[in-house]
């Protein structure tokens, strides 16, 4: 996995509520067997029309917003557990998700291909919105390593939480089945002590 | 003193990770074809096996067709999706009920009719109704495809320990009611984010009273809340639903396994991090206006005003009652509807398939409505005909199709037209899920069966 660094970027902002992974990337692109192209269907039904042209009033398609941050109303990620949308999000190039609520699944599969969910309070979230309201060159401020994020043009920052070993796996690159391989003498010994052996 | 929860999750760890998550032992794993792909690549480029190929279980039931499945997939990259999902059951030598196989269908169905599910297990899969097998008193959740990857390398899982919640159901339900209005209108009370971050228990006398489907169909929508999960706690209704099935326990074994899971239940006095209580009388059969599943009203119920959802949510209110093509303070009863869709691992069993058939009986299919009535498994279907269900449903003008995961998520030709209303007993209602443009209205499947003969949003 690539490393996760500090990030100083301008941001899209999407104020809806309870997107689901449905939205971010619909069912019928599914049909895949890689993990490569999600990007281009990324909320495919609110950025493209039904003949495949974009949407000229959903924010992807507008060129003034970019970044590498993706800002976005409560319970972001909601619903089915494909990982796929989490593909979609990273093929697009976000690295960050920003919201005041994550849907458990979405925020797994998000930090398990080092895109990082960061979690800020409604207000932090309302204030974000506003900055970049007619201002696409508003910038935020990651750092993983301080755990905070700064919006830039209000100057004000919030730390937010992440689990020390997450935490460490984004830093430097390592993904969970390094360390469950590492670890299968534990697994090995479990299964010979359990309380209740299925088979 | 522990809660059920607690009593198989500490019976599931191998170790705790230092300011981490916990490493779970899965006992069961579960894959379709949608969201195993990558996670095979995964192991075929790290160059690993799986690690415990009893315990991983394949079927294909997202991505195929209803009709026609004697003859191959007509659309090619879903017929590639399925083909992979076949050669990667034959690389790592996992099971794999595809397509033809009597056991083939949906994998929540499949897990508990064929005794594949038990209680105490932890289960996982990479899909988000998994929570369906908490119904047998099992710790049981969907995952991503990375997660799935974990479960083939290591038959482990890294996971934060959720909070436990128990949800309280009071009471007797009324004439009309079952788990579905139960379930909506808990998710409508509680919202769709609701129990993020919880694991829930469903308990009181309406849960105890509930059948073992029935108790699949609330625990299937515990995701619906946002909870990883929801688990009842085993009891002489599960046993006799899961004694004779082919994967339970025989003899001695059943004997054994009958005394542990007898201990599977929350102790007097243990504590959850919230507990919600609902009087299952003031529940009635529940339809959903919105695009998501906790836009929920008894049938005769009004859409909220906008001055009653606040300020954050009003832009997405709207916008969900735009797609809905739905008015603020507008009445659904009497709305006319154009499809009824029966099936998906929420509603595809034996007894919604009798409730819909007996509800039909005698009755006809309105002119105005297309109906899709999909059995959940073949098993389910054979089910159906041999109780002779399949007539009943013929005579009031309804076909049965072949077992899959169908319209609820529409990834197959069983798409509901832009702008068309479909009445249907899946799970999401969320824009486009059954199709671009479709419109959803959930219920369960006596709304459904109203809806298929009335034509319209009907009391049953």
């Known amino acids: 996995m690539e490393k996760f660094q500090t990030i100083t970027s301008t941001y899209v902002s ?24 999600f990007g281009d269907n990324l909320f495919a039904d609110w950025r493209y029309d ?57 925020r797994n599969n998000a930090l398990n291909n080092s895109i990082l969910p960061v979690v800020v309070s409604e207000q932090f979230l309302s204030a974000l919105f506003a900055s970049s309201n007619g201002n696409p060159k508003a910038t935020v401020t990651v750092n993983l390593e301080e755990q905070t994020i700064t919006n830039n043009e209000t100057g004000r920052s919030e730390s937010f939480e992440i689990n020390a070993y997450k935490k460490e796996c984004l830093l430097k690159g390592l993904d969970d089945i390094d360390f469950l391989l590492s670890n299968k003498d534990k697994i090995e010994a479990y299964e010979q002590q359990r309380t209740f052996s299925y088979d | 003193m522990k809660t059920l929860f607690d009593k198989i999750w500490d019976a599931h760890v191998v170790a705790t990770v230092e300011g981490g998550p916990t490493q779970l032992y899965i006992d069961r794993h579960l894959c379709h074809e949608v969201t195993s792909p990558q996670a095979f690549a995964g192991l075929r480029a790290r160059g690993l096996t799986v690690f415990r190929p009893d315990q991983t279980t394949l079927t294909a039931d997202h991505n195929i067709p209803t009709m026609g499945q004697d003859q191959p997939i007509r659309d090619q990259i879903s017929r590639f999706q399925v083909d992979t999902l076949a050669k990667n059951a034959a690389d790592f030598r996992l099971t794999y009920y595809g397509l033809n196989n009597p056991k083939n269908g949906i994998v929540h169905v499949i897990g508990p009719e064929n005794g594949y599910t038990q209680p105490g297990m932890t289960i996982v899969c990479g899909d988000s109704h998994t929570s369906t097998h908490g119904a047998f008193g099992a710790i049981a959740f969907g995952i991503g495809t990375s997660e ?27 004439k009309n009611v079952g788990a579905k209005d139960m379930a909506l209108y808990m998710i409508a009370q509680l919202t769709t984010g609701g129990a993020t971050g919880y694991f829930v228990e469903y308990a009181g006398e309406a849960v105890r009273n509930l059948t073992m489907e029935e108790r699949m169909t609330l625990c299937n929508l515990s995701i619906e809340m946002g909870a990883r999960g929801g688990l009842v706690a085993p009891d002489e209704t599960t046993f006799n639903y899961m004694k004779g099935r082919e994967f339970a326990p025989k003899g001695e074994k059943w004997d054994e396994a009958i005394a542990y899971w007898r201990t599977l239940k929350t102790d007097e006095g243990a504590t959850f991090d919230k507990e919600v209580t609902f009087d299952v009388s003031q529940i009635q059969p529940m339809i959903t206006y919105g695009t998501n599943p906790g836009m929920g009203m008894p049938i005769d119920g009004t859409i909220p005003e906008l001055e009653d959802i606040d300020a954050a949510g009003k832009i997405s209110f709207e916008k969900s009652l735009a797609y809905m093509g739905f008015a603020p303070g507008e009445k659904l009863e ?25 509800y039909v009986k005698g009755k006809k299919k309105a002119d105005n409505v297309t109906a899709w009535l999909v059995p959940g498994s073949w098993q389910v279907r054979r089910q159906i005909e041999a109780e002779g269900l399949d007539r009943i449903l013929e005579e009031a003008g309804f076909a049965l199709r072949q077992p899959g995961c169908s319209a609820c998520l529409a990834m197959n030709d ?16 969320f824009e486009g899920r059954q199709g671009p443009g479709a419109r959803t209205i959930l219920a369960g499947p006596l709304v459904a069966a109203a809806a298929a003969v009335s034509g319209k949003i009907t009391q049953p």
Not at chain 1, 14 to 37: C, S
Not at chain 2, 338 to 356: A, P, Q
């Open chain 1, 14 to 37: 999407l104020p809806i509520e309870n997107v689901d992974t449905d939205q971010i990337i619909p069912a019928r692109f599914l049909k895949a067997t890689t993990r490569d192209g």
């Open chain 1, 50 to 106: 039904k003949e495949g042209n974009p949407k000229p009033d959903f924010v992807l398609n507008n060129p003034a917003y970019s970044g590498q941050v993706l800002v976005a109303g409560k319970n972001f990620g909601s619903g089915s557990s494909r990982e796929h949308a989490a593909w979609a999000i990273g093929g697009y190039g976000f690295r960050v998700v920003v919201s005041s609520f994550f849907a458990d699944i979405f």
């Open chain 2, 148 to 174: 799935v990857e974990m479960v083939l390398a290591s038959q482990c899982i890294l996971q934060t320990r959720p909070k436990t919640m128990r949800i309280n159901f009071e009471g007797k339900l009324n």
């Open chain 2, 334 to 358: 009497g709305k006319q509807i154009d499809y009824v869709f029966l099936g998906s691992c929420t509603n595809g069993r034996i007894e919604d398939f009798r409730l819909f058939a007996d």
């Open chain 2, 414 to 429: 069983d798409k509901i037209p832009a702008g068309k209303y479909a009445v249907s007993t899946s799970n999401r209602n």
